[in-house]
């Protein structure tokens, strides 16, 4: 008797490779699986925002933590920051257009996840790593 083998997503011709063989994978998930990033993106997904509507998009992020993130965003041109000048001087975060182009795999991981994660009650839940415990990365 044979396994049945999982579908291929469509898009693949080939069997995926390893990410040493990906330098581009390797890159993604260097900057976007380090925590917060992914939800910072989707936060500016609903618009241009101070730092203060990021902070209350994403909760739990500390402002630390976020300054960090939007910074190093900033830099791999995923996000824009404008400083409008005032008084009061205002600084509003926004998605580049590489920013926005991610906004199409992201929400296939949404669908995704609520197809293939647990909504609670378990260790890898959204709700049990983003609450008040100190992640490794925001104690430095």
Do not use: C
Not at 47 to 54: D, L, R
Not at 84 to 104: D, K, S
């Amino acid at each position: 008797m044979t396994t049945p083998q999982p579908p291929q997503p469509a898009a693949w011709s080939e069997p995926p490779r390893s990410a040493q063989t990906v330098p581009a994978l390797t890159r993604a998930f260097a900057l976007l699986g380090k925590r917060w990033t992914g939800l910072i993106l989707a936060a500016l997904a609903q618009g241009p925002a101070g730092f203060v509507q990021v902070r209350e998009r994403v909760p739990g992020v500390s402002d630390s933590m976020l300054a960090d993130r939007l910074q190093e965003l900033a830099t791999v041109d995923l996000v824009t920051r404008t400083v409008q000048p005032g008084p009061p001087t205002r600084t509003l975060y926004a998605l580049t257009p590489q920013g926005n182009a991610f906004l199409i795999p992201l929400a296939a991981l949404i669908v995704w996840a609520e197809e293939h994660l647990p909504a609670s009650g378990s260790p890898t839940s959204a709700a049990s790593w983003a609450g008040h415990h100190p992640h490794p990365e925001e104690t430095r």
